[in-house]
């Protein structure tokens, strides 16, 4: 069962234009999201947050938009940059006695082009 | 760079072998998480560490295990190693104080190949 999914594989956007990565849960539990990026051959960089108490945070040129009643998040990049071509993770976890386990979805990969 | 290190970058092995993978947590964190990626996979959460008590588990095998040491350095132990078990392995660390959320930091993972 899967408890975090990004059901786009991939996604391809102009340089200059918006992402937007989608990302649905289950779990009602959940309480914290992020994102990680990801490059090949190197381990997941922490990109942005949320708890869900909010329902956006915005970090330059990215945010995330929490949609608790749908289980949605989605994270936007304006404008892309040819360096955000990346594999991206969406994570969920819920804080219990200190564990903090992160469930992954399977990660959508974008490609910016010039 | 994140912070966290882990070594070895990369480990070819035969089935039916053991392996120690090591793991430093960023300078003052005291959680150690560990987590699988399979080829085309996300990334599966197996075990957590903080201060030296184990206070999470996850999809771990038990031919796996892992401990946490004074120092705050992990390992993880995976024996009997199959043909399935060939992965990335990454280790994520986190203050878990102050504020109830914070962001794991990872590191490069190591590569596992079981022949």
């Known amino acids: 069962d899967q408890q975090v999914k990004q059901n786009s594989p991939s996604l391809s956007v102009q340089e200059g234009r918006i992402s937007i990565l989608n990302c649905d849960y289950t779990n009602s539990m959940f309480d914290y999201f992020l994102w990680y990026k990801k490059y090949p051959a190197e381990g997941p960089t922490f990109l942005i947050s949320i708890s869900s108490i909010k329902d956006k945070n915005e970090d330059g040129r990215f945010t995330v938009f929490l949609n608790k009643s749908a289980k949605h998040l989605s994270l936007h990049i304006v404008p892309s940059q040819p360096g955000d071509s990346a594999v991206y993770f969406c994570a969920a976890s819920a804080m219990r006695q200190g564990a903090q386990k992160l469930v992954f979805g399977q990660g959508t990969r974008l490609t910016i082009n010039p | 760079d994140s912070g966290v290190t882990q070594t070895p970058k990369h480990l070819i092995t035969a089935t039916g072998q053991r392996v120690t993978l090591r793991c430093s947590p960023r300078?003052?964190?005291?959680?150690v998480y560990w987590y699988q990626q399979s080829l085309d996979q996300g990334l599966q959460f197996l075990i957590q560490y903080y201060n030296g008590e184990e206070r999470a588990k996850g999809n771990i095998l038990e031919r796996f295990s892992a401990q946490q040491f004074p120092d705050l350095h992990s390992e993880l132990n995976l024996s009997s190693l199959e043909l399935g078990d060939s992965a990335l392995y990454f280790c994520?660390?986190?203050?878990?104080?102050?504020?109830?959320?914070?962001?794991?930091?990872f590191g490069p993972g190591t590569r596992l190949t079981v022949l």
């Open positions: 994520a660390s986190t203050q878990l104080s102050g504020t109830p959320y914070n962001e794991q930091f």
């Open positions: 300078s003052g964190d005291l959680s």
